[in-house]
């Protein structure tokens, strides 16, 4: 059996701030480098962004700002995020790098030579927000009836993948490795939808400037999907002067994705390797969405809950633990704050805070603070060696959430132990209760050392300050010998004693958040009535116009009455207020700028089809004007 294990995340887009949902895969991700660290295997765990595409094009401009500088911002964001919940990835991709370009090259260059590609025309429909081509079948009044995502129409030259010619390939690996897509269902419906029959896939982009530079053909750009997915590789070396990681850790042991993500995952990918003469990753898996009132968390239904706040209040291994448990990996969940909390004071504050506190604090005032003699009788050493095995089996078939299921059942046993001994009775019983009282309380302390180690994957910040108060800080972390019974030896002095996760006041934190949300929408609406969008500010028609003719409006001091040619044939008649500051002969020849597409109002009774644009200074007005050479009708942006 191999000793490496590589596993990986989807890359992120770069268009939004990461909620829940993207923390997700990283966090059970980063749980299960963990665990392989703990089975001691050499782990390699990878993240990043996924920076290029029309989507990140577009969210850019919306902002007014360069792609790589909205890239940068939440690329700073993520790493921050990353250090917050404590994950121990050991590298971090930007698609933007030079290593990862490098590694698009070569795969290009091998699939190239390998005759899997032609240049052709790619005539039909895209769907920018999951950047993915979709097909005339699947698209229903501009909308695609799969994702409900809308989709656009494009007409470009485009290099073409064979993806056509690998239906029998992919079926087959898919065949002869029933493990290689998890959860099962999940095989079947990639099985399904390869059986289907493949289209040749549109591998560059020739409307778009954001991307990596097709090899050898400056008018393209390498589809964002054939990029984004070479990072698994590029990241190791893979066309790089160092490929020593490529070598070592390639194919990867897990790839962990979204279900959404995962035909680019388990079709795409796969035939891009298997065109280049690559080995293919060990498994794909793809878990389940986190949703809100049931619809799938996301920017564009803007019901996205942020971490920020729940790990400022509760520490981040309290959100890791919630979801690593409440989710059952592979299916939907859905998140609440209700749940959270209750899962706050039952499982942590109760089952694991409690318990700890209360053998801590017995061991401090009975035992001076003193580990006693290792002993095994009683319930809990079965019950710790059951939790490891079931722990050990859940963590290896890819269900978390189970694992820690069983890491809490032995919890229980600790628990309900604790309260059939009544250490505390034991203690006023002479000689003979101490004896006991001893073995009681080395079976506690024992049966938490064990769970400090179980839930290190899960919840490392709190495993850590566990094991500090059982003074168990400088023992073996591992999932072999340190699992056994007795590893605590006698003599041990605890650690000071501090509350691990102090309950929480439901209702009052329910409050809370409300106030929360609260100022929250409000600066959302502030923020909504000073900001526009590109599209918002698109909508508003600017054209030079040219001016013709100027008089004044009778009985009136400010308004002027002008005819202005904006490239129509016809001149238009505007009203402005301007007579008190410009003569009309100073206006006749002048270039101004005119909203073109204002609805008609009367001043005064003129009617006045438009708007021109100035400056105000203290109320008197300064027009806009344009340069001679620029024709009357020219579009003003
Ligand atoms: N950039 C692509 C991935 C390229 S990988 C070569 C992408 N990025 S993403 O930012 O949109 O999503 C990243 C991950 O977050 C995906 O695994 C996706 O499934 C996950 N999630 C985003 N919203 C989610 C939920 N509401 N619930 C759970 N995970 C979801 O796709």
């Not at 989807?10 to 299960?32: C, K, L, R, S």
């Not at 800080?473 to 010998?481: A, K, Q, T």
């Amino acid at each position: 059996m191999s000793d490496t294990f590589y596993i990986t995340t989807p890359i992120y887009y770069v268009n939004d701030m990461p909620h829940i949902g993207h923390i997700y895969t990283t966090v059970m991700a980063d749980a299960f480098a963990r665990y392989q660290r703990l089975k001691g295997k050499k782990v390699h765990f990878l993240t990043g962004t996924d920076e290029h595409g029309q989507k990140i094009e577009k969210a850019a401009a919306a902002q007014g700002i360069q792609p790589i500088e909205l890239a940068d911002r939440v690329v700073a964001r993520y790493h921050d995020l990353w250090k917050l919940l404590d994950i121990s990835n050991d590298d971090f991709i930007r698609t933007s790098e030079d290593r990862h370009k490098k590694g698009v090259a070569e795969i290009i260059a091998r699939i190239t030579r390998a005759g899997d590609i032609y240049k052709g025309e790619y005539e039909g429909w895209y769907d920018a927000r999951d950047e993915a081509f979709v097909p005339d079948s699947q698209v229903k009044d501009g909308v695609d009836v799969e994702s409900g995502n809308k989709v656009e129409r494009l007409s470009e030259e485009s290099y073409f993948f064979r993806l056509s010619a690998f239906q029998d390939r992919l079926l087959e690996w898919y065949r002869s490795n029933p493990e290689c897509i998890q959860p099962k269902s999940r095989h079947n419906e990639v099985m399904r939808f390869v059986e289907g029959g493949l289209n040749d896939l549109s591998i560059s982009r020739t409307s778009l400037k954001w991307g990596v530079a097709y090899p050898g053909d400056e008018d393209h750009v390498v589809y964002v999907w054939l990029d984004a997915l070479t990072n698994y590789i590029s990241a190791l070396g893979f066309g790089n002067d160092d490929d020593a990681s490529y070598n070592e850790f390639w194919p990867a042991s897990l790839h962990l994705v979204g279900k959404d993500i995962l035909r680019f995952h388990c079709v795409y990918w796969p035939a891009f390797l298997m065109s280049a003469g690559l080995p293919l990753p060990k498994q794909v898996f793809g878990h389940g969405w986190w949703l809100q009132d049931d619809a799938k968390m996301s920017k564009s239904i803007g019901n996205e809950v942020r971490p920020d706040h729940l790990i400022h209040r509760f520490g981040a291994d309290a959100l890791r633990y919630f979801v690593s448990r409440e989710m059952s990996f592979g299916q939907d969940a859905n998140f609440s704050d209700e749940a959270f909390l209750e899962r706050f004071n039952a499982d942590l504050a109760n089952s694991l805070g409690n318990t700890a506190s209360r053998t801590t604090a017995m061991t401090t005032r009975y035992l001076d603070a003193t580990v006693p003699t290792p002993t095994s009788d009683g319930p809990v050493p079965d019950a710790a060696s059951t939790a490891v095995e079931k722990y050990i089996r859940h963590m290896d078939a890819l269900e978390p959430n189970r694992a820690l299921e069983a890491a809490w059942r032995l919890l229980s046993t600790i628990n309900v132990f604790l309260q059939d001994k009544q250490p505390w009775n034991l203690a006023k019983n002479g000689e003979e209760g101490r004896k006991e009282l001893e073995s009681v309380l080395y079976s506690a302390l024992e049966g938490l050392r064990i769970t400090s180690i179980l839930t290190e994957p899960f919840m490392p910040g709190i495993a850590a300050a566990l094991r500090k108060q059982l003074g168990a800080d400088e023992l073996p972390l591992d999932l072999g010998r340190a699992t056994e019974w007795g590893g605590l030896p006698a003599g041990t002095k605890l650690g000071d004693a501090k509350p691990l996760l102090p309950r929480v006041d439901i209702k009052a934190y329910l409050k809370e958040i409300e106030v929360e949300n609260e100022k929250r929408a409000a600066a959302a609406a502030m923020a909504e009535e000073n900001l526009i969008t590109i599209d918002d500010f698109a909508k508003v028609k600017l054209k030079v116009g040219l001016i013709k003719e100027a008089e004044r409006v009778p009985k009136s001091k400010k308004l002027m009455k002008i005819m202005v040619d904006v490239g129509e044939g016809e001149p238009r008649q505007l009203v402005a207020g301007i007579a008190e500051r410009y003569a009309p002969e100073e206006l006749v020849g002048r270039r101004i700028v005119v909203v073109a597409n204002l609805q008609p109002a009367k001043l005064m009774g003129v009617e006045s089809r438009g708007m021109l644009l100035a400056a105000s200074i203290d109320g008197a007005p300064y027009l806009l004007s344009a340069d001679d050479e620029v024709p009357p009708g020219t579009g003003v942006r």
